[in-house]
C-alpha cells in the first residue's frame, strides 16, 4: 500500500517539475503535501517489499536451474 501512495506522490512530483507551476497555483497549494510529493522516490530508490523481493529471488533461481516449468 505504501508503494502505490509512492506511486501517486512521484506522478504529481514528475508534473510539478515537467510541467511546471505557476507562482499562483504554488501559493494555494497544501504547504505540508507539497513537501510530501516532492521527497517522492523514484521505484529504484526504495526498499523493496520483502513478497516481491523474495519473489524475484526465487524467479532467478529458476531461471539458473534451466528455467521456469509450466505445467
Same mark, same amino acid.
Given at each position: ?6 506511486d501517486?506522490?512521484?506522478?504529481? #512530483? ?8 505557476? &507562482?499562483e497555483?504554488?501559493?494555494? @497549494?497544501?504547504?505540508? =503535501? ?9 521505484? #529504484? ?8 523481493a &523474495?519473489?524475484g529471488?526465487?524467479? @532467478?533461481?529458476?531461471? =539458473? ?7
Amino acid at each position: 500500500m505504501q508503494n502505490q501512495i509512492e506511486d501517486f506522490d512521484l506522478n504529481a #512530483k514528475h508534473a510539478i517539475e515537467q510541467f511546471g507551476w505557476s &507562482i499562483e497555483t504554488f501559493d494555494n @497549494a497544501d504547504y505540508y =503535501r507539497y513537501n510530501e510529493i516532492m521527497k517522492a522516490k523514484e521505484h #529504484k530508490e526504495r526498499p523493496a517489499d520483502p513478497l516481491t523481493a &523474495i519473489a524475484g529471488i526465487r524467479m @532467478a533461481q529458476t531461471k =539458473r536451474k534451466g528455467g521456469v516449468k509450466r505445467g
